[in-house]
Structures are given as C-alpha cells and as structure tokens.
C-alpha cells in the first residue's frame, strides 16, 4: 500500500470534487423536465427517458469500472472520465433534438461513472490512517450534492434556462483536474485484458432493461407487445450466461447463495421505486399543478431532500447504539406515512402542509439509506464487500429506472392532483413490501467472519 505524502485533505477534496458529478446530475435533472418538455414538445413519459438513460449507463458502467481502474491506472481513468464528462456538458446544451440529448445524457453518466471507483482506489491505496474519516467525507460530498441538486437546477434554470444545469459542471471538473494533476497519485497500470470485461453480460442487462422500459411507457398508449418477450428473453439469457462466467457482470451466484443479501436488495430498489417517484415527480407537480417557479420549486425540494442528509447522521448513531432493524422499520413506517399523507392533499391545500410531507418521506430516506448499507455489511464478509456493494448500487439504480416507468405511466396526459393521488396509491402498495420485508430482518447483527 502506497502511503499518500501530501495532505490527505486534498486528495479528498480532489476526488470529491469528481465523484459529486453523477449524482448531482441525476437529481438536477428533477426540476428540469418540465422546461424540457416545453422545450422539445415532449409528454412526460418521453421526458423521462433523460432520467433513466442517466440510471441505465450508469447501471451498466459502474460495475466494471473498477477494472478498468487496475487495467489502465485509477488517476488516468479519473482525468478520463472528468474529460468525458467535460465534453457531453458543453455539447448537451447545442443538442439539435431530443435524441442527441438522450446520447450525451448517456455519455455523461458513463464518464462520471468512472470517478467513484477510481477514486475509492486511490483513497484505499494511499491514506492509511483516518481511512474511514476520508470515505465518509467522500459521501458526504455525494449526498450533499445529490440533496442540494434539485435547488440548484431551479435558480440555474430560472436565471439562464435548461443548459445552465450542464454548464454548471465545468467549474467543479476544471478544479478536480486541475488538483487531480498534481496531487493524485502516480500508480501503474496493471495488465490489459479486456477479456476480463463481461461486454455480452452488460449488453443482455441493457438490453432487457430497455425493452422492459419501452412496454412500460407504453401501457398507457400504443402498447409495444413484442417489447416485453425481448426482455424476459435478454434477462434469461443474461441468467443462464453469467452463471458461467468467471467474473460475470452481475454475480448471481452469490444472491443465490446468500438469501438475506438478496432481500436487502430488493428492500433498497423498492425503497428507491418509492423515494424516486417523489424526487422526479413532486418537482412535476409543483410546476406544471401548483405553478411555481423552477426557483421556488428547488427550494421546496430541500424539505425532502435536505432533511433526508439531516436525519443520516443521527439514524447513524442509533444503529450504533441498537442495530440496523430499528432504523429500518422507522424508516418504513415513516415512508407509509408520508405516502398516506399525500392523499390528503387537495388542489387548495396549504404550503406548509405539503412541506410537513416531504419532510417526513426526507427523514424516511435518511434512516432508509444508511440503515439498508449497514444491514448489507452485517451479512458479507469483508472479502464480498466490494461486490456486494457494486450489486448494492445496482439495485438502487433499477429501483430508480422502475421508478421513472411508473411516473411515465401515471403522468402521461393531463397532470393534475388526481395524478398524484393514482401514484401515491401504486406507491403504498410498494410501502407495504418495504415495511414487511423490515419486520422479517434479523434483530441481532450476523458475526461474519474475515
């Protein structure tokens, strides 16, 4: 292990500069869909596919980058990606139609996926002592701009229109390059094998998601048929193909041999279905129903997201002190509430009341998150830490495409508060699996062994 010689603070402050780019473009994008269906004469279920080719890539991405990392060395791809990134944000805003805009919303997710597990490398590589201290402030710089993104994209929009919300990254990637130059460390690359890459298990996975995508959008209009047969046929595939492989895309195996992982994760991806209709969809509401401003509308925004940061340090110290199952099943609870209570909401209804709400599904997402990480590493070794954690994200991000389906079902037509009643109602059903799949989890941690 390459012990670091500079400051370890800068070194944190280089790479979280970089990794804060994917998830604050992924929640910028909340307040701009109603802008850009104006602005390319779309309904909201088209709109959505900037959200969930956002989701898809980085699906797809992430998983090897870790990889690449080793292959080619974890600061050039950290300079690579922040260039890619850099690129799509200055092309994205010149798009000539839609479809471009869905590319380089693609390639962006791609290039910022490429920052967090590079980075993670060089943090476990070159700080050796306080190792802990730099990954938490790591996620802070992720979930802070994840929270604050929404707020950002309004007063971005409401000042200078839809681009600003990709111009607004140059200045964050100039300075990581720029730091990342001098203050990353030198580390060299490994062997090249591509074959090492699992392309065929990353291009069934895409395309079954896709194909599952495009028949559920379509339920609402013209249904694609023949959409849903490709993608049970590509997800079968997929199964019967990974299963072989020595360092597949996705480990199966390992869901199937440990039981309790694989229903956290379905836990995770339906908490996410539920929270991501709210983060995508409140923002939809606000403007197109309630008619406020992409401003106010970003300010709104931080009644849920910004308790949800709020509440992770104390959910915190409570799984500390009791466990990840109290957390959880609070974090349940609170999640049915605040779904419950949105179908009080009326076309006259008070400000404050609507902002009691989504404080509420805030401090859900705050015990949810960290309390469903916890219970994860409470049932893996430290060995299958780092795949447990790639299949981790994946299912948040799945969670996250399911819910852009479900949004582009219920909003499509005439968006009105009846619209948001139907989706809080598919959404309680969803409250019910999250709330019993966290009265069946284990009271006691599981010791598992090094």
Not at 34 to 52: C, M, P, V, Y
Not at 201 to 226: A, H, R, Y
Not at 357 to 367: D, E, P, T
Request: glycine fraction near 8%; include cysteine.
């Amino acid at each position: 292990m390459t012990k670091f010689s500079g400051r370890p603070w800068l070194l944190i402050v280089t790479i979280g500069l970089g990794t804060l780019l994917n998830p604050l473009n992924s929640s910028m994008i909340s307040v701009a869909v109603t802008r850009l269906q104006h602005e390319f004469e779309l309904t909201f279920a088209d709109a959505s596919w900037l959200i969930s080719i956002f989701y898809i890539a980085s699906a797809a991405a992430q998983p090897v980058m870790g990889k690449l990392s080793d292959m080619f060395g974890p600061k050039r791809l950290f300079l690579s990606g922040l260039v890619l990134v850099a690129v799509t944000s200055l092309l994205a805003p010149f798009s000539p139609n839609f479809q471009w805009l869905l590319v380089y919303r693609a390639l962006q997710a791609i290039g910022s996926s490429t920052l967090f597990p590079s980075g993670m490398s060089m943090i476990r590589t070159s700080i050796t002592k306080g190792q802990g201290k730099a990954l938490a402030a790591l996620s802070v710089f992720a979930s802070t701009s994840a929270a604050f993104g929404p707020s950002i994209a309004g007063f971005l929009i409401d000042s200078w229109d839809w681009p600003a919300i990709f111009i607004i990254n140059l200045p964050f990637i100039i300075l990581s390059f720029v730091l990342a130059l001098f203050v990353l460390p030198e580390k060299g690359q490994g062997k090249v094998e591509l074959s090492r890459i699992d392309f065929i298990g990353m291009g069934l996975f895409t395309t079954g998601t896709v194909c599952l995508i495009l028949f559920l959008l379509s339920l609402t209009n013209e249904v694609k048929w023949w959409a849903l047969p490709v993608a049970f046929a590509a997800f079968a595939v997929f199964y019967f193909y990974e299963k072989r492989q020595q360092e597949p895309f996705i480990d199966l195996l390992s869901l199937k041999s440990n039981v309790p992982v694989t229903w956290i994760y379905i836990q995770f991806m339906t908490i996410n279905l539920i929270y991501y209709c709210y983060f995508f969809g409140l923002p939809t509401f606000l403007q197109q129903v309630r008619h406020y401003s992409g401003k106010e509308t970003g300010v709104i925004m931080l009644a849920m997201a910004g308790v949800g940061v709020l509440v992770s340090p104390l959910a915190g110290r409570w799984i500390d002190q009791s466990g990840s199952k109290p957390p959880l099943l609070s974090g349940a609870v609170t999640l049915f509430l605040g779904t419950a209570l949105l179908l009080t909401l009326h076309e006259t209804s008070q400000l404050w009341w609507l902002l009691i709400i989504m404080a509420i599904l805030g401090v859900s997402n705050g015990f949810n998150k960290i309390s469903m990480q916890t219970a994860l590493y409470d049932h893996v070794t430290p060995e299958e830490t780092g795949s447990a954690s790639g299949l981790f994200q994946t299912s948040r991000y799945f969670g996250s495409i399911l819910s852009t389906c479900l949004l582009g079902i219920v909003f499509t037509g005439h968006m009105d508060i009846q619209h948001l009643h139907n989706m809080a109602v598919v959404c309680l059903i969803f409250c019910l699996v999250v709330f019993i799949l966290a009265v069946r989890h284990p009271k006691k941690r599981q010791s598992m062994s090094v």
